[in-house]
């Protein structure tokens, strides 16, 4: 059975009456978040292109929690998805901007195509650029909110990821700042998480492998033995920051 807001006392709620959008949050670390953020109190808007997955999760989590299409590439899908959960809950306070792609798995320079390139700029650093855009124009007459986004050790480390994906990740980073330091006037706190290599199903994908083989041979490349990343230690992390 899946937990509700209900499993724990409102007094251990951290996130008790506030409300939450996240994109990317049908699967992997942004369904992990859905649910943990549900679970302390939020009340949650999920925003994905994966309509499926994300009414089924809705369906788990109750009446506090909604889908909406939302192609984070798209500044009106964007536009509407923060306009629905005003509409819907009456506020936002967090905004966790979660969607992301991996991209081909291609490491060379002279063989990464200009498309790829552009289509995980477009998703993996357009689209927080337009979810912090479009939740800060809600968040300012407020003063208050919080603004969280999904970087990853690749924004620190060279050689992590491909070109596309670590120059995306990078450009959070500087985003991050730049919002921070203009947002904060407002009340407003600007984050983001940069996490190292999880079982998510993008990352799963990406490197053809199961969960458990991706775990076993990142586990065996780490200096810290015998602990596993898992998406939940992800979540715990937005938990904090929101």
Do not use: W
């Amino acid at each position: 059975m899946a937990a509700t807001n209900s499993d724990l006392p409102t007094i251990h709620q951290k996130l008790h009456g506030k409300v939450a959008l996240i994109t990317g949050g049908a699967s992997g670390i942004g369904e992990c978040t859905a649910r943990l953020f549900s679970l302390h109190g939020a009340k949650v808007v999920i925003a994905d292109i994966q309509d499926k997955l994300g009414c089924s999760i809705v369906g788990e989590l109750g009446a506090d929690a909604c889908y909406v299409h939302c192609d984070v590439t798209n500044e009106n899908d964007v536009s509407k998805a923060v306009n629905h959960a005003v509409s819907k809950f009456g506020k936002l306070d967090i905004m966790f901007n979660n969607a992301g792609i991996g991209g081909e798995a291609v490491h060379n320079i002279t063989k990464t195509s200009k498309q790829d390139f552009d289509q995980v700029i477009s998703v993996n650093l357009v689209g927080p650029f337009l979810g912090t855009k479009h939740a800060a124009r809600v968040m300012i007459p407020a003063r208050s909110g919080c603004i969280i986004t999904t970087a990853s050790l690749a924004s620190v480390i060279a050689g992590a990821g491909s070109y596309p994906y670590t120059c995306a990740k990078h450009g959070i980073v500087g985003l991050t700042k730049n919002a921070s330091s203009e947002l904060g006037m407002y009340g407003i706190r600007v984050n983001c998480i940069s996490p190292s290599t999880l079982a998510t199903p993008l990352a799963t994908k990406y490197v053809s492998l199961t969960g458990e083989e991706f775990e076993a041979l990142v586990e065996h490349n780490a200096n810290l033995k015998g602990v596993r990343l898992k998406v939940d230690d992800v979540a715990k992390a937005a938990l904090y920051l929101a």
